[in-house]
C-alpha cells in the first residue's frame, strides 16, 4: 500500500498542474469514501447494539445538565447563524435517529437545541423537512410518531419540545428535537382547554418560522400516525403552495385523486398538512399569525378555514384538482379523506378499505374519550407502540368469544331500538367479564363491539347521509364505553380494585409475546349436572376445562387458582358464567366502577337533549326503553 501511495505521488508530481490537481481530487475523494464508509458501517453497528425498546434512555438521565433559564415569550424561535446541535451545512454524518448519545457525555446546553435553519438543514432531505410537537404527555404518540416514519424509511423530521422534560428525554433516545421556548405544563391539558388552544398556536408561529428557511414542511399532530411515505403523493402537485387534510366525511372522489374543492363541506383540518416556501404560503402564514395574535379568542384551525375561503375558486387547471383560494393566488390542495383519513373514514367507515386503497395516514379525529381514547383507538388498528411490559399482564389476561344472535345484529331496520338492543345484549356479557377479570385479578380483553348506528355530536338518521358506513359495523370502544373512566385509578375504597382492560384485537397483534400466546387454557361453560361438568380444575387431553354455568365467587376463587400461571383464560361464553359476588360490599363497589364505564349514544333528532344514556344494569329495569333525558332534572348518567 505504502509503494502504491508513493509511486502514485511521484507521477503526479512528474506532470503538468492540470494534472496534479485531477490526481489530488482523486486521491482526497478515495480518502473521504474510505472514511464515510467506515464510519457509516460503525454507526450502524452502534445503532444495532444501542436500541432496545424504542431506545431505552440511560439509566441515569442527566435531567440537570440543560441551562436553566428563566421564563421566556411564547417561542424561542431564530433566524439567525446559531450553531444548533451541530454545525456546518447537510451531513451525512448526522447520527441516525435512534442512535443514543452516548452516556458519558453531558447534553449540550439549552441553546444548542435553538430552532435555526443551521439545526433544521442537518434534518433535511430532498429539501423537505416533517414536523410535529408537543409536550411529555404525549411521549408515546411522539415515539409512535416517529417509530412509523423511520420504518418507513423517512429521517428528515424534527419534533418540536413544548417543555424541557420532554426536550431531555427525546435527546436521550437519539430523536432530533428543538426547543419551542414556550415551557408549557408537561401534563394532559384536555382537548378544548384554554391550554389546548394556546399550544395550538405555536403550530402557526412555527410554519411562519419554518418557511423563511426555504424548506417543504410537512407539520403534523402527534395524535396521528403515518402508514406510507407521504412525500411521492405530495411530489404529485408540484404546483400546490398548500396541501391540507380535511374534516370530510361524504367521499368526493373515489381514487388517489385530491378531493373534488366544490364538495368538500368538512373543515379544513390542520392536523396534516404540507407547505412549500412560496410566497403566497408564506403570506397566508404571516396573515394567519397576525389574525391569532388580534384576537386570542380565534380558534387556530377556524382561522385557517376563515383565511382559505375569503377567496375560493376558480381552480387552477382542468387536471390537478388544485383551486385558487386565500387572496387569488395561493393555489390549495385538499387532500382525499379516503386516504388521509380522519377518525371517521378510517375507524367508522374503513373507506380505504372500501374504495380498495392503501391509506397514507390517520388522525384520531372524531372521537369522544380525550387521549386515552385516541391510544385505544390506535391500539385497537395495532399502529401504536407500547413498551414490552404492556403486552405481558403479571396477572395474566381473561377473554371470551362473544355470542350475538343473528337477529340482533342483522334482522329488521337499524332504529335507535335495535341499534340499543345490539349494545346491550353485549354490555351485558362485558358486565359479566369485568366482574371475573376483578375476581381473578386478570387483565381483560374486550371484545370487539359491534354497533348498527355512529355517534356523532349532533342530530343525525343513525347514519351520515352520503358516508359509506356499512351497517352492522365493529364500532371503536369509546363510542359506548368511556375508555378514559375504565383506564383511570379510581378509589379502591369506594370502587373496589382496578380492571385493566386491553384492546379486541390484542392477541393479533405480532408484539404479544410467545410466552402469552403459547400459555392458553380454554373454558367451555356447561350446564353442571351433565357429562364431565363440574367445578374442578381437571382438563381434557386437549387442555380445554368444563366448568359450570352461574357458578360463585367461592367456585371460581377455588377452580382458577390452579391456573394462576396460565397467561390467558378464555371462556367460549360469557351469558350466565358467574352468579355474582358473595361479598355485598365488593359487588357494590363493583356497581359503583361499571357504572360509570358506560357513556351515551348521540343523537335523536326533534329533542333537546338527543343524547341517550347507556345504561350497564339495564336488564334490572324492567320495560327499560332507549329515551333521551325528558327534562333537564333527568339528564344525568343512570343510578
Known sequence: MGWNWRNGYQEVANTRPLFLTIYATVIIGVIFSSFYVFSAIYSNSLVDSSISWLSSPPSAISSHNVDSHPTEPALNFSRSATVGLTTGPQSVLMPPIWQVPSQTKKM??????????????????????????????????????????????????????????????????GIPVFDMGSHMSTVDVGW???????????????????????????????????????????????????????????????????????????????????????????????????????????????????????????????????????????????????????????????????????????????????????????????VFYDPPEYYDSPGGFLSFKPSIPKSLLLDGQHTVESHFSLVNYQMKQIRTALAIASLLNRTLVMPPLWCRLDRLWFAHPGVLEGSVTRQPFICPLDHVFEVNVMLKELPEEEFGPQIDIKEYSFFENPSVPRQVKDSWLDVKLCQEGSQDCRASNGTSPQGVLRFPKRSNEETFKAVFSSFKDVKVIQFSLMQDAFLGFSDKTREQKFRNRVKRYVGIWCCVTDHTPGHIYYDMYWDEKPGWKPKAPQTPADDHPPL
Request: proline share 5%; charged share 20%; aromatic share 12%.
Open 108 to 173: 449540550p446546553p439549552l441553546k444548542a437545541f435553538q430552532l435555526t435553519k443551521e439545526l433544521v438543514q442537518q434534518r433535511v432531505k430532498d429539501n423537505i423537512i416533517i414536523v410535529t410537537f408537543g409536550n411529555h404527555a404525549f411521549m408515546d404518540f411522539i415515539l409512535t410518531w416517529v417509530k412509523h416514519l423511520t420504518d418507513l424509511g423517512l429521517s428528515n423530521l424534527l419534533i418540536g419540545a413544548m417543555d424541557t422534560k420532554l426536550l431531555e428525554a427525546l435527546y436521550w433516545k
Open 192 to 382: 378544548g382547554s384554554p391550554t389546548f388552544h394556546k399550544m395550538g398556536r405555536q403550530k402557526v408561529f412555527m410554519i411562519d418560522s419554518f418557511l423563511p428557511y426555504g424548506f417543504e414542511l410537512l407539520m403534523c399532530d402527534t395524535d396521528m400516525v403515518w402508514l406510507k411515505n407521504p412525500l411521492p403523493y405530495f411530489a404529485r402537485f408540484p404546483e400546490a403552495d398548500v396541501l391540507t387534510s380535511s374534516d370530510q366525511v361524504v367521499p368526493t372522489v373515489v381514487d388517489d385523486r385530491l378531493d373534488n374543492w366544490q364538495q368538500v363541506t368538512g373543515a379544513y383540518n390542520i392536523g396534516i398538512f404540507h407547505w412549500r416556501p412560496t410566497d403566497s404560503a408564506k403570506k397566508l402564514a404571516k396573515a394567519w399569525k397576525e389574525m391569532l395574535i388580534a384576537d386570542d379568542k380565534i380558534w387556530d384551525q377556524n382561522g385557517f378555514n376563515d383565511l382559505l375561503h375569503k377567496q375560493l375558486g376558480p381552480p387552477v387547471d382542468e387536471e390537478s384538482g388544485l383551486v385558487y383560494a386565500f387572496d387569488g393566488n395561493l393555489k390549495l390542495g385538499i387532500l382525499p379523506a379516503s386516504i388521509f383519513c380522519s377518525g371517521h373514514t378510517y375507524f367508522v367507515q374503513a373507506m380505504y378499505q372500501q374504495f380498495r386503497l392503501e391509506p397514507y395516514a390517520v388522525h384520531t379525529t372524531f372521537q369522544y374519550a380525550g387521549t386515552e381514547g385516541k391510544r385505544h383507538r390506535l391500539r385497537e388498528a395495532m
